[in-house]
């Protein structure tokens, strides 16, 4: 089954302290990607970074990285530097592939962050 | 700001009713994707369009119905409201046919049964 898991519910850190939201995945597809967007109280769901399973390197956008561990099936959120803005729900996701041909994302249930002044 | 966006941001109907939400894709992309989000959960995948024809669905019942524009643009349609159907409705559009296939999304529409 192709599924996302976000173990941590909630989580805190110091503002200007990194902090790493966790995430595995399961599939059993050879190609698929992986995503990482925030979803600030407002609703909408904001892209924050992508991952190939091809990609040799971790992606890095800006203090957003994604530390991929191919083997582990783990696709972990690192956020360098955190800001006040930065509290909001935060989910990963997995494109998978569906049988009338297009192509889904399947989330985790979300980690809520919290950056404390 | 994705360009995506969905119309009307809130709205309250009644069990049994029948609603439309609206959603207006980037400009550029090809495919609309729409989404359920209950209370406290992860988005569910409801179903794609690309061509203006469906092309995937997820685990949703046939009174959950689409539209797509010759401009991209799109509609949900759910008929015979549930209570269940609280949630927010989120619309993604995307190019298929780029390498990453990112989906950019809209700030939703929450819709309350009552």
């Known amino acids: 089954a192709q599924k996302i898991t976000q173990t941590q519910p909630g989580m805190f850190v110091q503002e200007k302290e990194a902090v790493t939201l966790d995430c595995t995945y399961d599939?059993?597809?050879?190609?698929?990607?992986l995503f990482w967007y925030k979803q600030p109280s407002s609703g909408e769901m904001i892209f924050l970074i992508y991952q190939g399973s091809y990609d040799q390197q971790n992606a890095t956008e800006g203090r957003y990285s994604l530390n991929f561990q191919k083997a582990r099936k783990s696709a972990n959120l690192v956020i360098s530097a955190s800001q006040l803005g930065d509290s909001a729900m935060y989910f990963c996701?997995?494109?998978?592939?569906?049988?009338?041909?297009?192509?889904?994302?399947?989330f985790g249930k979300g980690t809520k962050l919290t950056v404390n002044p | 700001e994705t360009g995506v966006t969905q119309s009307p941001t809130h709205l309250i109907k009644t069990r049994g009713q029948q609603v439309t939400l609206r959603c207006s894709s980037q400009?550029?992309?090809?495919?609309v994707s729409w989404y359920q989000q209950a209370l406290g959960q992860g988005p569910q995948f409801i179903f794609q369009y690309y061509r203006e024809e469906e092309n995937g669905r997820g685990n949703f019942p046939p009174r959950f119905s689409g539209l797509q524009f010759p401009n991209y643009s799109s509609e949900l349609n759910v008929n015979a409201l549930e209570l269940d159907d609280s949630a927010l409705y989120l619309c993604?559009?995307?190019?298929?046919?780029?390498?990453?296939?990112?989906?950019?999304f809209g700030a939703g529409t929450r819709l309350s049964v009552l």
């Open positions: 996701a997995m494109r998978v592939g569906t049988q009338g041909g297009s192509e889904k994302l399947v």
């Open positions: 599939t059993s597809d050879p190609s698929y990607g």
């Open positions: 993604a559009s995307s190019f298929r046919g780029g390498a990453k296939n990112i989906q950019y």
């Open positions: 400009s550029g992309h090809n495919t």
